[in-house]
């Protein structure tokens, strides 16, 4: 196992997601898997162990850790299942806009909630808008102390169950994504609604639904930042969000690579464990390869941000980029390496791979990663 250097606080806060996977999710991932249930009673045991207090500051209630500690939380947990720690990372997508571009009155009233265990959720996606995020029709018109909302929202993490909503909506639509603002939405606001929930290949444990805005109606105080500034942080937000994607993307790798690993060595083929044929060994080989040079640059960008660098965009699109396709590969690997046996429901490889596909889509597919990648190399190469 390489060593990556953690500190004694990083070593406690793995341990302890780890314990929670191995002993609370474990057992009932299949379970909400087949059900698409949203796991309450695993979120009360997450926010019970302080884990939401992790990525808040400590004035408003949390331990100060940074998207190092986060992306530890959520790759252990993701190993258990990526749909159930969905809830846990998708809170702290959520939380993002607030914790950078939140005032002083809006931390205070909004962190400490979070900390204790309440969900939040970030709403950006249209049905015309998933890419091309600059597409978005959801109105904000102001009038007077108020900004009354209007449009719906497609495919958003944790869509009912949160209590804390932080939306893009156009305040000025003739300026396009110029004209775009950043708003917070609780829960029970008049006018607030939620659609269907969607049936989904994979992280069926978290929920995914339509969120709809019918002229409600929320105080200008709930307003992130200034007028015009959604599209800035809505992406700034993505630069601090997309190593917790590639950490979700590892932790699903991992859980694959270790169950076909145990898979070679049980499995015997010609009277021998499968695990002495080269094609399996190579296999397994070029697995941990892609994983660990994975893991060692997520970690790696995800310090760089906690140090304060704030010119993070392409490392961040990188580090989504490379886990999600590893862990793609590697869950297709484990099926393959498990033959028949994997593609049936009773084994747990099935599973990561369907929850590994997502992480090549969301919050920007690899697609949009690779434009964004080369775009910020061609402005650094003079």
């Known amino acids: 196992m390489i060593d990556y250097f953690l500190t004694e606080e990083e070593e406690m806060i793995k341990e302890l997601a780890r314990k929670i996977a191995e002993e609370k999710i474990k057992a009932k991932r299949a379970y909400y898997d087949e059900t698409q249930e949203f796991p309450w009673d695993i979120v009360k045991i997450m926010a019970e162990s302080d884990l939401f207090r992790i990525f808040i500051p400590e004035e408003y209630g949390g331990f100060g850790g940074g998207v190092m500690s986060l992306t530890l939380a959520i ?13 846990y990372a998708g809170t702290a997508l959520g939380t993002f806009p607030i914790l950078l571009f939140g005032n002083e009155e809006q931390k205070k009233k909004y962190l400490p909630r979070i900390a204790e265990g309440e969900l939040a959720a970030f709403a950006l996606t249209e049905a015309q808008a998933g890419s091309d995020a600059g597409n978005i029709r959801t109105r ?15 495919f958003i993490t944790n869509g009912g169950e949160a209590g804390i909503y932080t939306v893009i909506a156009l305040t000025n639509p003739e300026k396009g994504a110029r004209g775009a603002s950043a708003f917070i939405v609780e829960k029970g606001t ?23 805005f019918q002229d409600c109606k929320i105080p ?41 690993t145990k898979y070679a060595k049980e499995r015997v083929q010609f009277g021998v464990p499968i695990a002495n044929f080269q094609a399996i060994q190579h296999m397994l080989a070029d697995m941990v390869i892609k994983l660990e040079a994975a893991r060692a640059l997520t970690y790696h960008v995800a310090r760089n941000i906690d140090k304060g660098n704030t010119k993070i965009t392409k490392e961040s699109a990188m580090v989504k980029c490379l886990a999600s396709d590893v862990a793609m590969e590697v869950t297709l690997n484990a099926v393959q390496i498990f033959g028949g046996y994997g593609y049936m429901k009773e084994y747990p490889v099935e599973k990561l791979m369907r929850d590994a596909k997502i992480t090549q889509i969301y919050e920007g597919t690899n697609q949009i990663m690779r434009n964004i990648i080369a775009s910020q190399l061609l402005k650094e190469v003079k």
């Open 75 to 87: 790759e252990e947990l993701s190993r258990g299942c990526a749909g159930i720690a969905l809830a």
């Open 140 to 154: 904000a018109e102001k009038r007077g102390d108020y900004y009354v909302l209007n449009g719906t929202k497609q």
């Open 190 to 212: 008049p006018g607030l609604r939620f659609g269907k929930k969607e049936n989904k290949l994979g992280i069926r444990a978290s929920a995914t639904r339509e969120v709809i």
């Open 220 to 260: 200008k105080e709930n307003l992130l930042g200034k007028e015009g500034m959604g599209f800035i942080i809505a992406m700034k937000t993505f630069d601090y969000s997309r190593p917790g994607v590639a950490a979700q993307a590892l932790g699903i790798a991992q859980a694959a690579l270790e169950e076909a």
